[in-house]
């Protein structure tokens, strides 16, 4: 295994040579798809909760 210095690396990492990265793609976008879905929802969802008060009942309810 030939460990080698690049300065092109992130921080000055090391690089294997006989290692390579794989990214589950397929994987990674079944749980960020979903996962960007509900957080748009939840924050609409909160939005539109937040716009139906009123200002002065809104600080009352705090």
Known sequence: MTVRRSPSDFAGGY??????????WAR????ALPSLVIGVLAAIWSARRASRFGVLQAINAQ
Not at 15 to 24: C, E, K, N, S
């Open 15 to 24: 690089r294997l040579d006989t290692y390579a990265t794989i990214l589950p």
């Open 28 to 31: 990674l976008a079944m749980f």
